[in-house]
């Protein structure tokens, strides 16, 4: 009998781990010639509005698909990683709000909630099957949430677009024309349309564009199938262990059996990815602009409760995956802890939080929270405090360790050598 099929037998005390090892069934299938365009796009700086920023900009295998940064940097941004900084030149309106996510095993069918807040869903009651805040510009053609998800990069002045004042595609989402002639998706159609390098293989990868022009979500979906097929991590110590392939390490198992048992961590990092894909409130400490309008008179990020408007959703973020949680500090919604063991023990209960924890360019105003308004976050948490000595820490530690699947980091494929725009490339 496979040791999968024990978990939930063999361990002392017992724990609630009765899931299979992940098989190529969880995963959406995905066209390899689509995949090999779509990972030119998704480090080709063409689809940034001054054809400046990737989507690799801020999502890089270097930072466990992220940027390391607890906010990241867009448009106005020179330099990769911690070492972005704001030039003066491009800069701004906005500080972008939250932290940059990972982006492992997305292509996991369980995924159907997209962002922090989840105000990208799955939705069959719609007509595009997607759940948006922006209902009147959805479109059919999206493949998935994973598809939709890059719409909203490509459409932000912080993060991709720039300022409206410096190109078409800028110009066209401060009118509020996103679909449609002149409008910012088909404005970078256009840009992807006019290479041969792009049109011809998509013209070959599809036989339906003999019938009708190149779309903006043919471009999404190739993105996704790449981000699909690049960083799908399944093949960790983990992994093994479930596959009865190899026994975890004394360190890691007692870790394990905290994490499934007295820890409670799967209560809400449950089954297979480590996420129930629901919102919970932990009184994550507040610092940076805040996801608020620009009228409002706070820096709160109220979470999940923008998108609900529902009280009792204030504060809460959807429960992030840990698969390669070892490699993509910083952690929480605005990444206010830089270390694993920092968060480890925020969950666990232990009050009080270093700001110096923070990773941020040197001149960033940070806006920490005010005292009441660290009060009312931190009286709002779902948290029920755990007593557990710094042994078992190391072992929950060593646990989140075991989630590491090192060769899916850097990616099956790795970094284009170059890309068919020309631009240089964000290594």
């Known amino acids: ?33 689509i995949v090999e365009i779509g990972r030119d796009l998704f480090w080709d700086p063409i689809l940034s509005g001054n054809q400046n920023i990737s989507c690799a900009t801020c999502h890089h295998p270097r930072f466990g698909t992220a940027d390391g940064l607890s906010l990241g940097v867009g448009e ?58 922006i209902e009147d510009d959805m479109v059919s053609g999206f493949s998935g949430v994973l598809s939709a998800q890059t719409m909203f990069p490509v459409l932000s002045a912080d993060e991709m677009a720039g300022h409206y004042s410096e190109n078409e595609i800028s110009r066209a989402v401060r009118q509020g024309i ?104 932990i009184g994550m400490p507040q610092f940076g602009p805040g996801k608020a309008a620009r009228f409002e008179n706070h820096n709160r990020d109220e ?31 605005n990444g206010a802890f830089a270390t694993l063991e920092g968060v480890v023990r925020h969950h666990l209960g232990a009050q009080g939080w270093d700001q110096t924890q923070v990773v941020l360019p040197d001149g960033f105003d940070d806006h920490f929270d005010t005292d009441a308004d660290a009060a009312i976050i931190t009286d709002a948490s779902a948290l029920t405090p755990i007593a557990l000595g710094d042994a078992e820490v190391a072992q929950i530690l060593a646990f989140l360790g075991a989630l590491t699947d090192r060769g899916s980091i850097d990616g099956r494929l790795g970094i284009p050598d170059s890309v068919p725009s020309g631009l240089p490339i964000d290594r």
């Open 1 to 33: 009998m496979k040791r999968y099929l024990l978990l939930s037998l063999f361990a002392a005390p017992a724990i609630a781990q009765d899931f299979a090892p992940l098989i190529d069934a969880d995963y959406v299938t995905v066209d390899p010639a």
């Open 76 to 133: 106005g941004g020179v330099g990769l990683g911690p070492d972005r900084h704001i030039t003066g030149e491009n800069t701004p309106e906005q500080r972008i709000p939250r932290n940059a996510p990972a982006l492992f095993n997305l292509g996991a069918r369980e995924f159907t909630v997209l962002f922090h807040d989840g105000r990208l869903e799955q939705d069959d009651t719609r007509p595009s099957g997607i759940r948006s805040p």
């Open 178 to 281: 996103i679909t449609g002639q002149g409008g910012a998706w088909s404005l970078l159609t256009a840009r992807v349309a006019a290479l041969p390098a792009y049109a011809d293989r998509f013209d070959a990868a599809l036989p339906e564009l003999a019938e009708r022009p190149l779309d903006f979500t043919d471009i999404s979906n190739a993105i996704a199938a790449f981000m699909a097929w690049e960083w799908r991590a399944d093949d960790s110590p983990f992994d093994q262990f479930l596959r009865g392939e190899v026994e975890l390490s004394a360190q890691a198992d007692a870790g394990r059996q905290l994490f499934y048992g007295q820890a409670g961590c799967a209560d809400c990092h449950a089954g297979p990815l480590q996420t129930d894909h629901a919102f919970h409130a």
């Open 303 to 333: 979470g999940r409760s923008r998108v609900t408007g529902d009280l009792a959703d204030m504060f809460a973020f959807r429960t992030p995956s840990l698969r390669n949680v070892t490699a993509t500090a910083p952690y929480g919604h």
